[in-house]
């Protein structure tokens, strides 16, 4: 399984981004996806995730902003982020769990700045 991230930029506060997440094989029928964040000396922690039969939770911190969506047939698992804070800065990556076996994709940097 491999995973590919993109769609990370610079964005001005109040601002949309959409990162997309291209998973290989057939993790997104079995398995798992997570976006998680990370800014430099703190640890990577989960903001949404997308189980296989398409349920979601956030964290509380991206609640009503974040989108988690996927389209199977291109393989893709998409974050929609709405009214950016400076305080989503961050590299965003994607995680896939299939079967108990973990994949990490490469991170996307998100700035929000003015």
């Known amino acids: 399984v491999q995973l590919q991230a993109s769609g990370g930029g610079l964005v001005q506060p109040g601002g949309s981004l959409r990162l997309s997440c291209v998973a290989s094989g057939t993790i997104l029928n079995a398995g798992f996806i997570r976006w998680h964040r990370q800014t430099p000396g703190k640890q990577r922690d989960w903001v949404a995730i997308m189980s296989s039969s398409g349920n979601t939770a956030y964290a509380d911190s991206v609640k009503g902003r974040f989108t988690i969506s996927r389209d199977v047939s291109k393989n893709t698992v998409y974050l929609e982020m709405n009214s950016l804070k400076p305080e989503d800065t961050a590299v965003y990556y994607c995680?896939?769990?299939?079967?108990?076996?973990?994949?990490w994709g490469q991170g996307t940097q998100v700035t929000v700045s003015s």
């Open positions: 995680y896939a769990n299939l079967r108990g076996n973990e994949f």
